[in-house]
Structures are given as structure tokens and as C-alpha cells.
């Protein structure tokens, strides 16, 4: 790789891609904390996430700074502009991942319990898929890899195909047992919360590969 | 390209004595846009721009082979007469050049030479109408008898830019015409050359990569005497096709 003349300016983008790429790993923890929630209910742990949003928020909100100064301070071109934008497209993505990661950790606080005659858990196994598609589209970032990034879009079939299972399942044991309808309930938002997740990893993927081949799909 | 072509050229050498500044440069030029030229010092932007009218023609060391297309008509050819070539083509240069005369005669002295206008009224309308195409006419209109020299940098440059057009030029050459100004004289330039460029083809030499990046719709790297890579300006400044180009607009060593 080559280098600019000016140092300072590879430090800045460095810098920019060490921020992102800690603020997901952070954003990554979120889900796996909340994704675990769905198996086994733990109250506090759940309070816990929700605090934890405030935190990923502020990252975004550095990054967005530093990518403003860079920015303004180096006027960059190619693909020097290209990374600062994808930093800022990604910060914000992640932003919004987090988000859904608390909202699930919310619809937890709200059932308190899982109820006796509830035994599946389709809905963790989503929530496990979601996490491997969500590293993936972050280690293509970190790596630069456009390889790694195209696998991420054929999982997203997988996973919504998968939610799709989930939902109808969900309705079937509505139809069998109205005592489960309030949980149930709850249980397809936090569905549709992580099948939002993946979305938005695909999103991430595809951002990946503008940086590297400089087009939009 | 679809745009019609105003310069084309095809296959041009241009050496210094021994020295080969361009190498094989074919490069068209649309009509009525902004096409920059952009590269390291010494990498024969000038000397490239400087071919287009015949200006190299004055060093008597410099040689040009290859072809020079305006309009259809090869200018190198022996039966093109360089002053007329060169009223047809006007020039800015880095460094605002205004004759040590006023206002009004460094726009009138072109026109007056060429023999363009049959009466003093009608010399005195060519020069408001240039000196109000260049952007100058509001602020001067009541000193237009002083030296064009008591004017700021910026002025001078659009002075000259009047002076340029008061001949009614087809192409308008800029050299770096903007790097002794500062940014609000730089801005009304380029707002300047986005409204002659309804009227003229410009082409542009600049060091700025942000006002190629501005000003222009064609944009085309030299190095070294070569051209390594030219296209749309959004392209090459978004995702240039040569590494070379790359490397520079972006700062790059190594």
C-alpha cells in the first residue's frame, strides 16, 4: 500500500478505521448480549444493554466529528474519499444496528418471563445467524476484503427465510395456546429486530465494496 | 464522447532540443466545455497548453511534430497565419499581465489591432460588453480610465479575461489563472468560467485538484510528458482507471 506524502494524513485515516472498527466490535457485543437474551430472560442483563446504547451512540457521534475534520482538513479524493465516506455511511449504520439490539433487550424488560408452554427457540437460532452475517460484513471492512463482503448478501436469503419460518411458527402456536399470544407477540418483534439486523449487515457489505471498486450497486 | 470536438491532436511530439517534453499525446477536446489539465510541475501541461496556439512557436529551440486539429484545419499547417490563429484563441496566464495602459485600452487594444470595430462607439460598446462578459464592468465603470495596473490581483486577472474575449475567441487557454489570487478572487473566476463556458471551449491548466474538480467536465493527467489517463472529471476525481492518477490526486508516494 502505498503511502502519502503527508504522514499525518495516513494516521487520520487510520485513525478513522481503528474508531469504526471498535465502535462495531462494541455494536457487535450488543447483539450477541441481547441475542442471548432470547434463551435465557435476564433482567438486569438487559438494563445493562440498554445503558450501553448511550455509549455506541457517543462513538458515532466522534466518528461523525473526526470524519467532518478530516474531511475539511485534507479535502480527499479516490479513494482516500471514498473510505471517509463509507466511515461516516457505516457509523451510522452501525448506529442504527445498535438500536435494534436495545429494542430487543426493551421487548425483554416488557415479558419479564418466558411462559412455561413455550419450547422453541427458533428465534435465538435467528438471532445466531444474524450474529455470524453481522461479523462477517464487519471483518469485510476491517480486512478490506470484497470476497468476504459478497458472502454476506447470499446469508441474508438464508436468514430471512428463516425469520419467515419463525413467523409462522410464532402464529401457529398463537392458534393453539391464547395464553402465549402476549409473549408470542413480543417474541416477532424481537424477530423482526434482528431480521433488520441482517439488512442492515448487508448494507455494511455493500458499502464495503463501493470503497473498493468505487461503484454503487 | 458525444459532445462535438473543438482540438483534437494526433500524435504529438513536442521536444525541447534533445529533450522530449510530450510523448504521443491524442487527446480531444469537446467545444463548449471545460476541459483541465492536471500533473506534477514538469510533467508538459504548459507546454501542452501552449501548443494549442502556436506560442511555442517564439522558442526557437522547441520543435512540434504531430497534429494540431482545430476545427478540421491543422494549425501547424503552413498556410495558417499564427496572429490569426491566436485572435481565435485567447490566453490567461498565471500571473495577471495588464499592459501599462488604462482600463479601457487594455481591453480595446486587441480589437483595435485586429480591426475589428469601425467607429469609436462601436469600440467603446465592445470593450463594456467584454469588461461586463469578465465580471469588471460594475466595479470599474467609473475609474475606467485609470491603469489597469492600480486594480487588485483579482480584478487584473478578470481584466485580462475581457481583454481575451474582446477579440471574440472560440477557445480561451488558462494557465493556472487562479494561484496568485486569493479564495474569494478564486470563486469569481471560476463562477466567471462556468458562464463563458456557454460560449467558449476553456481549457484549463491547474494546480488546485478542487477546482479541476469544480470548474471542469473533462479532466486529463499528464506525467512525465505523457497523458496516463483522461475522462469525465467526476470519474477521475471518484475512481480514477490508472494507479499513476490516483496516486497523485490523492498524495501518494511510494
Not at chain 2, 59 to 81: A, F, L, M, N, Q
Not at chain 2, 135 to 147: T, V
Not at chain 2, 175 to 197: G, K, N, Q, R
Request: proline letters at 3%; hydrophobic letters at 35%.
Amino acid at each position: 500500500m502505498k503511502e502519502h506524502i503527508v504522514t499525518t494524513y495516513d494516521e487520520d485515516l487510520n485513525n478513522l478505521k481503528t474508531g469504526l472498527t471498535e465502535m462495531g466490535l462494541k455494536v457487535e457485543k450488543q447483539i450477541f448480549e441481547s441475542v442471548g437474551l432470547t434463551k435465557v430472560i435476564n433482567i438486569s442483563k438487559a438494563k445493562q444493554i440498554k445503558r450501553n446504547d448511550d455509549e455506541i451512540d457517543a462513538l458515532e457521534t466522534k466518528i461523525r466529528k473526526f470524519a467532518t475534520k478530516t474531511l475539511s482538513k485534507r479535502q480527499p479524493l479516490a479513494d482516500d474519499l471514498r473510505k471517509i465516506i463509507i466511515a461516516l455511511k457505516i457509523s451510522s449504520i452501525l448506529e442504527r444496528i445498535a438500536d435494534h439490539a436495545s429494542n430487543v433487550a426493551s421487548r425483554i424488560l416488557y415479558v419479564k418471563k418466558s411462559p412455561d408452554s413455550y419450547h422453541t427457540d427458533s428465534i435465538h437460532q435467528l438471532g445466531l445467524l444474524v450474529i455470524k452475517n453481522f461479523s462477517k460484513a464487519l471483518s469485510s471492512y476491517e480486512q478490506q476484503s470484497e470476497k468476504i463482503a459478497e458472502t454476506v448478501p447470499t446469508q441474508d436469503v438464508t436468514i430471512n427465510s428463516v425469520y419467515e419460518t419463525c413467523f409462522r411458527e410464532h402464529l401457529h402456536l398463537m392458534m393453539e395456546d391464547r395464553e402465549l399470544i402476549g409473549f408470542c407477540t413480543q417474541m416477532l418483534f424481537i424477530a423482526k429486530e434482528l431480521e433488520r439486523i441482517g439488512d442492515l449487515s448487508k448494507v455494511i457489505s455493500r458499502e464495503v465494496i463501493y470503497n473498493l471498486k468505487g461503484k454503487l450497486r | 464522447m458525444t459532445e462535438k470536438t473543438k482540438i483534437t491532436t494526433k500524435k504529438l511530439n513536442v521536444f525541447y532540443e534533445e529533450k522530449k517534453a510530450l510523448d504521443n499525446i491524442n487527446l480531444e477536446i469537446p467545444a463548449k466545455k471545460v476541459t483541465s489539465l492536471i500533473g506534477p510541475s514538469g510533467c508538459g501541461k504548459s507546454t501542452f497548453i501552449r501548443c494549442l496556439n502556436r506560442m511555442n512557436d517564439t522558442i526557437e529551440t522547441c520543435r512540434v511534430e504531430g497534429k494540431i486539429i482545430i476545427d478540421k484545419e491543422d494549425i501547424y499547417s503552413k498556410d495558417v497565419d499564427p496572429v490569426l490563429l491566436r485572435a481565435k484563441i485567447g490566453m490567461v496566464f498565471q500571473k495577471p499581465n495588464p499592459f501599462p495602459k488604462s482600463i479601457f485600452e487594455n481591453v480595446a487594444y486587441g480589437p483595435k489591432i485586429h480591426g475589428l470595430t469601425n467607429s469609436d462607439d462601436e469600440l467603446e460598446g465592445l470593450v463594456i460588453k467584454s469588461l461586463k462578459k469578465a465580471g469588471l464592468y460594475d466595479e470599474i465603470k467609473d475609474r475606467i480610465n485609470e491603469p489597469g495596473t492600480s486594480l487588485s490581483g483579482g480584478q487584473q486577472q478578470r481584466l485580462c479575461i475581457a481583454r481575451a474575449i474582446a477579440v471574440s475567441p472560440e477557445i480561451i487557454l488558462m494557465d493556472e489563472p487562479c494561484s496568485a489570487l486569493d479564495p474569494i478572487a478564486t470563486a469569481v473566476i471560476e463562477e466567471l468560467i462556468d458562464e463563458l463556458v456557454k460560449n467558449y471551449t476553456i481549457v484549463i491548466v491547474t494546480h488546485s485538484m478542487q477546482q479541476a474538480a469544480r470548474v471542469s467536465q473533462q479532466t486529463a493527467f499528464f506525467h512525465m510528458g505523457n497523458l496516463v489517463e483522461v475522462g469525465k472529471t467526476e470519474k477521475i476525481f471518484s475512481m480514477p482507471k490508472q494507479k499513476k492518477t490516483e496516486d497523485y490526486i490523492t498524495g501518494k508516494i511510494g
